[in-house]
């Protein structure tokens, strides 16, 4: 299935049908349908019956199979998850074995006959090694196959990758069909998590970091220091990356620096007043310091560090800016 935002950049790529590439690069917001669509279209490039607009069927044997997850010319490279048991800190990577565990059998002749499509998602998730055994693939492709590389940042992807590929923009939704959308789903809290996660509405529902993301927000409007040592420590009971926490500061950040030149916060609206207290008592220069220290921070964010002592350095920091004091 596709997302009804991107059903006229379905028409468009349909209208490319007859001249289509080797090799797509589905570019777009993370979290609006783009995983979704490039499944869609492996559907429609394996299908034996293709309806008016290149659509796939859905009853053909190909079809049956796609839907069944057995299709045994379709390959999907993603990340392997951390296994029950394992740290969700570890971070994730299409690693060169499941790379080249993909590759062999595209050297072979086709099952059923047709195309052989790999999906990629997210692509900027190869390592290095990774990467590379790709790009030798996209260089010399074998015969009758088509690659789907889906990111959410392309610029994080190698030069001589993105340069084999033909980019392909996904929109994402307006702001009232993102809405629309929850809505549908019965969504709590449609408005306030549609605006922390920038739009984009099919975020995973995680209502334990809803909890705490809450909290946090109450403890930056106010900072303690006995309470933020106290938080720390129950984040890292969590065991989630520390680049969850950074990702929420950031925002708090980002919507502070807007509320000091008197503009509404994008993140967090139903924190309004706060924020803006939060600023009318802060300097920029300083805003802009603790910034500074949480991008140097974000390259490690699903590393394992000791997170417990970042956030308690983090929130200690926040405590000095909300004083007014040098970091």
Not at 128 to 135: D, F, G, R
Request: charged share 20%; net charge positive.
């Amino acid at each position: 299935m596709i997302y009804p935002w991107h059903e006229c950049a379905w028409r468009q790529l349909a209208a490319q049908w007859g001249n289509r590439p080797n090799a797509w690069l589905l570019t777009g917001r993370r979290d609006t349908g783009k995983t979704a669509f490039a499944r869609h279209l492996a559907q429609a490039l394996l299908c034996e019956q293709p309806q008016a607009e290149h659509q796939p069927c859905g009853s053909c044997p190909s079809c049956h199979l796609f839907a069944q997850g057995s299709h045994p010319d379709y390959y999907e490279l993603a990340p392997e998850l951390p296994a029950e048991g394992e740290s969700a800190r570890k971070l994730l990577q299409i690693k060169i074995d499941a790379v080249r565990a993909v590759l062999s059998p595209l050297l072979k002749s086709s099952v059923r006959g047709g195309l052989r499509v790999v999906l990629v998602q997210p692509a900027e998730t190869m390592n290095t090694q990774a990467a590379n055994a790709l790009l030798k693939m996209l260089e010399e492709p074998p015969a009758s196959v088509v690659f789907l590389l889906v990111t959410h940042n392309k610029d994080r992807l190698l030069p001589t990758i993105k340069s084999r590929c033909r980019p392909f923009l996904l929109p994402a939704p307006s702001a009232e069909e993102a809405l629309g959308y929850l809505k549908t789903q019965n969504t709590p809290q449609a408005e306030a998590l549609l605006a922390f996660h920038s739009g984009a509405p099919l975020f995973a529902a995680e209502p334990e970091q809803d909890t705490m993301r809450e909290e946090l927000c109450q403890l930056l409007a106010k900072p303690r220091l006995l309470a933020m040592l106290d938080y720390a420590a129950a984040f890292d009971k969590q065991k989630w990356p520390l680049a969850v926490f950074l990702d929420w500061l950031h925002k708090w950040l980002a919507d502070t620096a807007l509320a000091q030149q008197n503009l509404p916060p994008l993140y967090y609206p139903q924190h309004q007043a706060a924020i803006f207290q939060v600023a009318s008592r802060t300097r920029g220069t300083t805003l802009f310091q603790l910034v500074r220290t949480l991008n140097h921070l974000s390259p490690y964010g699903r590393h394992t560090l000791s997170v417990r002592m970042q956030i308690e350095n983090l929130l200690t920091n926040y405590l000095a800016f909300w004083q007014n004091k040098p970091l």
